[in-house]
């Protein structure tokens, strides 16, 4: 291809001179919207096509292969295009197909192939299998070039069996899954196994210390790294071996590094030695044809639970870049117009924000109009948040034929926030959605085991149940013994629990399991005879608490594993709610309804559905609908970065990242009062909602193409019994009982005075009722 600079003609001033740049250091700050992942395709061909650079010569980091992906895509469509004009005279698109192929073929083989784009782990993975075997870590273990990669299922196994085999440790007292975690952040703070070792004062931290020396020296045995070494056993060549590190050095001098605010200190010190050669003094750095090229956004930093640490990017300037002020320094670029969000969303986005004081200041400028105002709902509870939440994306459906499902996002702080989501859409049913980044919530594993648990209680010849709770958590009933009960159960042709419960047939066939196993029926057998004594949700607190689940899950230590308690107490709320609203608040009957609800067909690949997702999970994602739920004090902020101000700091950005993911429209909302482990408690509504200007937040609905409900209809504020009974009811119709909760007529049986109605209900199915003599209200 010939020399051009046309294709930069469409870009906006900033991302041109942020494209334009050749050699030295470049931060370029990109809000959200502004076409950072632009800026990066651009500056690649820029730099091939203008500058002449060979492509070998450049790497690209990013954070996902799908953004690896997307660029590499990008670069081939745009060189194509490129060439198409050149050798044809006319646009890539307006080609026979084939002549299309063979220009995307070209460009691939000469261009795209030799690239270096991916994420920091497929990269240095890459470098590692040339140079691993130049590599000797401090005890003096090394790594053939043919090394495996241990997954985290790996991971975690190999430190199981460090544990509890080479250590004869209880596992109870030092849960794998913790000390794995431990060690997982020490590789990703740079330290090897001593240099932890030497900043434990503990015991538990000397003998995790400990457990990562074994872990090492296991690793190196078997001739394999885990993901964080993929990282940090580079760094550590790099540093051991100059010859190495200036092959690599002399190899990448233009150097890119997306989302630049979640990298994390051993990264960063990849992309510094790579830069600098390892020069500690920065007036030694010859940036002749070299550059570092960081595209990045500190508002955006929401990742420090996987230790990345947006101060990186706040100190580029002084670690990189000439230290001047923003309007004078040549060193930083800011991306500021937004191309996804309407005005009045964006406004509210930069008020939020400018409360934070680590930041980079700038401003998202609006490139679209101004837009619907940005509603508030207070809900009485989370169930009538969950039903306005549905309700509007029906009525917003059904009025903009151009909305389908997938235009609209519910986003919650917390997983175990989605269950009320389900249950009302659940309720009308022909609304489709998907959980993004996780489980629906009845599938999730923590509530199936709970579940599990019930059903054995419920249904002691439900082997499957059995099998899946009887060493979960671990009770020291290994596979052989459950086989060797199994096998009994099979030639006797009775279920495996009659096996189980007979203590003389145990202490025949477990062996030394026997004691575990016994222990485990008699739990069992106890709540069997409470089960007309107790409700089910304190079954279900009592099976949790003496089976071990809740405590091996406190004891992991990890934020997972309070995702997965947090999960747990939900469950209890879905029980005492099911108690509250049904007449039959059996054990069985709330089991019933729970096999409903965790049985409902996946959706099938492709379809339009509404997206429920957490904060962190919609990073990156766009809907021209967004309802951002659970706005309350101690939900969201969370609680316990409440009284911490750098840790308040990320939930403000969190919150921010969840308002710049809508581009028409945005709903906010917060509960009066919300279910707690089981009891209604008062909600006081987020800090974040205060933070926002009174002007550009409405508590009354605003008109979309139709005329749509008031507040005050859509809230909690009832019509008159007598109102709601003067009109005809048809099937669709939604009311509320003073008892059941919200429901959903399903059919209408006689005509006149004498008209019966059955009615849907969430948690305990269709009931027939008579308006005349049941105290139940209109809400549509």
């Known amino acids: 291809m010939t020399e051009s600079t046309d294709f930069l003609t469409h870009l906006n001033p900033s991302q041109r001179r942020a494209v334009e740049h050749f050699c030295g250091p470049l931060l370029v700050v990109a809000g959200a919207g502004s076409g950072k992942t632009r800026a990066l395709t651009y500056r690649i061909a820029n730099l091939i096509l203008t500058h002449k650079v060979d492509p070998e010569n450049i790497l690209a980091v990013t954070f996902t292969n799908k953004a690896a992906r997307e660029m590499k895509s990008r670069i081939e469509t745009l060189f194509a295009q490129q060439l198409a004009v050149q050798t044809r005279g006319q646009r890539l698109e307006l080609l026979p197909e084939l002549e299309q192929t063979q220009l995307r073929s070209r460009v691939y083989k000469k261009y795209i192939k030799p690239l270096w784009i991916g994420t920091f782990h497929s990269l240095f993975a890459r470098i590692l299998r040339y140079d691993i075997n130049k590599y000797t870590d401090e005890k003096g273990r090394q790594w053939k070039r043919n090394f495996s990669i241990f997954d985290e299922s790996d991971a975690q196994t190999l430190v199981k069996t460090i544990v509890t085999k080479q250590l004869n440790l209880d596992d109870k007292k030092f849960n794998p899954r913790t000390i794995r975690y431990v ?178 200041d700038k401003i998202l400028r609006p490139t679209r109009g101004l837009g619907e105002v940005i509603y508030c709902h207070q809900a009485d509870d989370e169930l009538e948040e969950a039903h306005f939440v549905v309700q509007q994306i029906l009525k917003l459906n059904q009025q903009n034929p151009e909305l389908g499902w997938g235009s609209f996002a519910i986003l919650y702080r917390t997983n175990a926030q989605s269950r009320p989501l389900e249950d009302a859409l659940r309720l009308r049913g022909r609304v489709h959605y998907v959980i993004i980044g996780g489980l629906k919530f009845y599938d999730r594993k923590e509530v199936k085991d709970a579940l599990a648990y019930l059903r054995t209680i419920a249904n002691p010849s439900d082997t499957v149940s059995l099998l899946r709770i009887i060493n979960t958590p671990r009770r020291g009933i290994g596979k052989a013994t459950i086989d060797n009960l199994v096998l009994a159960a099979q030639e006797l042709g009775t279920p495996l629990w009659e096996i189980i419960r007979d203590e003389t047939s145990v202490n025949t066939i477990a062996g030394r399991s026997a004691k575990a196993v016994n222990k485990f029926a008699q739990l069992i057998k106890q709540c069997q005879e409470n089960t007309e004594n107790l409700e089910a949700a304190e079954i279900i607190k009592f099976i949790m608490e003496e089976s071990g689940y809740t405590d091996d899950l406190k004891n992991q230590g990890t934020d997972e594993a309070e995702n997965r308690l947090a999960n747990i107490h939900e469950l209890y709320n879905a029980i005492v709610e099911f108690q509250e609203e049904n007449e039959d608040s059996s054990l069985e009957g709330f089991l019933a309804n729970a096999s409903l609800a965790s049985d409902l067909d996946n959706l099938e690949d492709g379809q339009q559905a509404v997206s429920l997702m957490t904060l962190h999970s919609a990073k990156g994602l766009e809907f021209p609908v967004v309802f951002l739920v659970g706005l309350e004090q101690g939900l969201f902020p969370h609680n316990r970065t409440i009284d911490d101000p750098v840790a308040l700091e990320e939930e403000r950005r969190l919150c921010y990242v969840g308002i710049t993911r809508a581009q028409e429209q945005l709903f906010l909302s917060h509960a009066c009062e919300r279910r707690l482990y089981g009891y209604r408690e008062p909600a006081v509504r987020s800090q974040f909602l205060d933070e926002l200007p009174e002007d550009l937040i409405s508590s009354t609905l605003v008109k979309v193409k139709q005329q749509t409900p008031s507040a005050s209809t859509e809230k909690s504020s009832k019509p008159s019994s007598s109102t709601a009974k003067s009109k005809e009811w048809k099937k669709g119709d939604l009311l509320r009982h003073d008892t059941f909760g919200i429901g959903e007529v399903t059919h209408v049986f006689g005509s006149g005075k004498k008209v019966s109605i059955a009615v849907k209900f969430p948690s305990l199915g269709q009931k027939i009722l008579d308006p005349k003599r049941t105290n139940i209200q209109r809400v549509n």
Not at 311 to 328: K, M, R, S, Y
Not at 329 to 341: A, D, G, H, W
């Open 183 to 360: 060690i997982s952040n020490a590789k990703n703070l740079g330290l090897s196994p001593q240099a932890f070792e030497k900043e434990q004062s503990g015991y538990k931290g000397r003998l995790y210390a400990e457990v990562y020396h074994h872990y090492q020296d296991q690793l190196a045995a078997n001739n394999a790294l885990d993901f964080d070494d993929l990282i940090l056993v580079p760094v550590k060549l790099f540093q051991q071996n100059e010859s190495v590190l200036g092959y690599w050095h002399n190899q990448f001098r233009h150097i890119l590094v997306d989302e630049y605010q979640d990298t994390n200190r051993i990264q960063y010190e990849l992309i510094h030695l790579l830069t600098t050669n390892g020069e500690t003094e920065k007036t030694q750095w010859d940036w002749r044809d070299r550059s570092v090229f960081v595209v990045g956004d500190a508002d955006q930093s929401i990742y420090s639970f996987r230790m990345a640490d947006f101060t990186i990017l706040l100190g580029f300037q002084e670690d990189f870049g000439d230290g001047l002020p923003d309007e004078t320094t040549r060193t930083m670029v800011k991306l500021e117009e937004n191309y996804r969000s309407r005005e009045n969303i964006l406004q509210a986005a930069n008020y939020l924000i400018e409360q934070n004081t680590q930041r980079i």
